[in-house]
């Protein structure tokens, strides 16, 4: 594309201190084959290695399709979410996302989920399975699959599961829908979560059971290692993701009470659990975990993503427990 026309996707990806990955992210984006053109937004958060360095080279190279900002103040420690700048700037009637240290690997990723949204326009969001691969050698350590076949996907389970339930690099959602943000967002300690959730409560959430992204793991300096570091540091966060939760059972005036009930408690159980409080985990009102445990995959792909590591002690209990 040497001139962008016929506009259809902005491409928002955040970066910071992603020196050693961001090459791969831009390339994963340029090499897509659509029948639409695409703009790339890239927010850099005022990275301290070479990071912004690369991406100029780029910008260089296709002024047209690559915009970044570059920052000369962190804006994540003033508490402004870098997704919300680009998706005021985002001239595309879809919004893709993917962070600077991940990746995409199929070139027709976007075309196949905007074919999908072009003849579905009940959908607000689309996502699809994805690898997780290790930081320093994209070996491939699992998969983000929540299911084996293509699936609609309620607010409801996005609510309870949304959290660890696909990759954030898998959506592309229509930008309209995230111009206006309600307050849940903005003060949430995280973006993919409740970005999900605004969106399933605008329209249909289609899963494609297609692999076609790759999250990277395993880098000491990543927002998620730092944050789920320590049991205090994973306290703290749930603590946050609770009272966001509270907040969207009053935007919805209570229409989603019952699973962000159940959504809490789970969080309680797993971090209950985590800290080896085996007692108070086997009381009466974490019943239903114990019942779902072991056979359903999307219980499993919240515990990968926040909890790996304990998936044992859960088969422990409830061996003993006859479940």
């Known amino acids: 594309m040497s001139l962008v026309k016929n506009l259809l996707v902005s491409i928002s990806c955040t970066t910071y201190n992603h020196e050693d990955y961001v090459t791969d992210a831009i390339e994963s984006f340029l090499m897509q084959k659509t029948n639409f053109d695409f703009e790339i937004l890239i927010h850099d958060d005022a990275s301290t290695d070479g990071t912004s360095s690369i991406i100029k080279e780029f910008e260089e190279k296709y002024p047209d399709i690559i915009k970044p900002i570059y920052q000369t103040e962190n804006q994540h420690l003033k508490g402004i979410k870098a997704s919300g700048i680009n998706v005021k700037r985002a001239k595309g009637k879809y919004l893709a ?145 609770s009272i966001m939760l509270n907040r969207i059972n009053q935007y919805t005036n209570l229409q989603y009470q019952h699973v962000i009930t159940r959504t809490k408690k789970r969080i309680q159980f797993y971090l209950l659990v985590e800290q080896e409080k085996f007692k108070e985990a086997l009381k009466e009102e974490f019943k239903f975990i114990y019942s779902e445990f072991g056979y359903k995959d999307r219980a499993r792909m919240f515990l990968q993503g926040y909890f790996p590591g304990i998936l044992m002690s859960l088969i422990t209990i409830k061996r003993k427990l006859n479940l």
């Open 97 to 241: 996302v993917c962070e600077g240290d991940d990746y995409w690997t199929d070139p027709y990723k976007l075309q196949k989920q905007v074919d999908y949204m072009e003849s579905h326009p009940e959908c607000s969001l689309c996502v699809h399975a994805g690898y997780v691969v290790s930081a320093s050698n994209k070996e491939i350590q699992r998969y983000s699959r929540p299911n084996k076949i293509n699936k609609i996907y309620t607010a409801e389970e996005i609510i309870e599961f949304g959290g660890g339930l696909f990759l954030t690099n898998s959506m592309l959602y229509r930008t309209e829908l995230d111009r206006n943000r309600p307050g849940f967002f903005e003060k949430a300690p995280v973006g993919d979560y409740p970005l999900a959730i605004n969106l399933a409560l605008q329209g249909t959430v289609y899963y494609m059971d297609e692999l076609m992204s790759a999250y990277r793991v395993g880098d000491s300096g990543s927002w998620t290692v730092s944050s789920f570091s320590t049991i205090d540091n994973k306290i703290k966060h749930f603590d946050q993701i």
